[in-house]
């Protein structure tokens, strides 16, 4: 049983995530007339430098020398980030073509591939909760896209 308090923190970063995609956009129409792709980009840099210094000045305070350690380890999870910010270049780009709630209901599918990849490469078992979920985002994706034709 999940207790009332991480309940909280679960919604409340839930809040905060859709919050901050919402503001993602809004920083890709404040470079209008730019190009997208140059939107998305400029905002995903400025995105990307403001969580670093963030996450720096969170290491350097509560976890002593961990800077450190994860700068003399850059070349262990390069491949990572750069990964990381090919997928990030493309949610920023969505964001700058799309309202972000579409985006953000699109960007659901990514659990199903998750779980598909779980059971057909790691040959996990899916359970019947996780396939009710999948069912749920299939369906809001179907809704969504259909109902988005009628306009």
């Known amino acids: 049983m999940v207790s009332p308090r991480a309940a909280l923190y679960g919604i409340a970063a839930g809040g905060l ?5 919402i503001c993602y956009r809004g920083a890709t129409l404040e470079l209008m007339p730019l190009p997208f792709f140059t939107r998305a980009i400029v905002t ?6 403001s969580q670093s210094l963030g996450m720096a ?3 350097r305070l509560r976890e002593p020398g961990e800077l450190g350690r994860v700068l003399r380890a850059w070349h ?38 998750t779980l598909m990849v779980s059971v057909l490469v790691f040959h996990e ?22 109902g988005g034709t009628r306009g």
């Open 76 to 113: 262990k999870t390069v491949w990572v980030g750069i990964t990381g910010v090919a997928g990030s270049a493309g949610w920023f780009a969505a964001f700058a073509l799309q309202n972000a709630a579409y985006v953000r209901a699109l960007g659901q599918v990514e659990i199903v591939f």
């Open 57 to 59: 000045a969170y290491l």
């Open 17 to 21: 995530f859709g919050l901050s995609a």
């Open 44 to 49: 995903l840099a400025c995105v990307t430098f």
């Open 125 to 146: 078992r899916l359970s019947r909760r996780e396939g009710v979920g999948i069912a749920l985002v299939v369906a809001s994706l179907l809704i969504i896209v259909l």
